[in-house]
């Protein structure tokens, strides 16, 4: 029994070794080897020219709070005709950089940016804010939505407590308000949506 195992062990050794040996360096992943890798895997993996960045596996309280948002925006948009998703699934910002938003969504089902593959842009995206590294939400995918004109982008900071919603105008993001206990965080982009923060943070 030792030996058999100690050649599966080996055996997974060689393929891993091989794989890796195989896949491209950091800085020389091409747009369809990284669609090829997430295309295979159930991993949060994201492409920036050249470069992949496995996202941290979330955690029970950062589902929790995205499933409740998902299941309001859901609600709110489905009898408007509008579409909502929640990741694994991509957005291409540009040629060469695709992200993976916690909750993206359009106002329209037929909107012809929503391709099956990946989606050519969204009109809101939401992204909860991770431990392991705050300032890829806070600051590098707030310019990275803009990059892709994507109207409106929500910043749900589990640490504050607070919900930061972004209106774009022209290129940049401007804030439409940032929203705390007490408040009802609403939508610029989608006329008539809000959600209690307390009922964000406060749900099981």
């Known amino acids: 029994m030792q030996t058999l195992t100690s050649t599966i062990d080996v055996s997974q050794q060689r393929v891993d070794a091989l794989v890796l040996d195989v896949l491209p360096r950091q800085g020389q992943w091409r747009e369809n080897d990284y669609l090829w890798l997430t295309d295979h895997t ?3 993996i994201e492409f920036t020219d050249g ?3 496995a996202l941290p596996m979330p955690t029970d309280a950062h589902q929790t709070i995205l499933l ?3 299941e309001c925006l859901a609600a709110f948009l489905r009898p408007l005709g509008g579409k909502v998703l929640v990741a694994p699934i991509r957005v291409k910002i540009r040629d060469g950089k695709f992200r993976e938003p916690d909750i993206m ?4 089902a037929a909107d012809e940016r929503r391709q099956n593959r990946f989606w050519l842009g969204a009109d809101v995206v939401v992204e909860i804010v991770s431990l ?3 300032e890829r939400d ?3 995918k707030r310019r990275d939505y803009a990059e892709a004109q994507i109207p409106e982008y929500w910043i749900v900071n589990p640490q504050s407590e607070t919900i930061t919603v972004l209106r774009l105008e022209e290129a940049a993001y401007v804030e439409h308000g940032v929203f705390r206990r007490g408040d009802a965080a609403t939508s610029r982009w989608l006329d008539g949506f809000g959600v209690s923060v307390d009922a964000v943070f406060d749900a099981n």
Not at 105 to 108: F, Y
């Open 132 to 134: 392991d590294k705050p």
């Open 68 to 70: 409740f948002l998902y």
């Open 105 to 108: 969504l359009m106002r329209s």
């Open 42 to 44: 159930t991993r949060l």
């Open 51 to 53: 470069y992949i960045e």
């Open 138 to 140: 806070l600051v590098e």
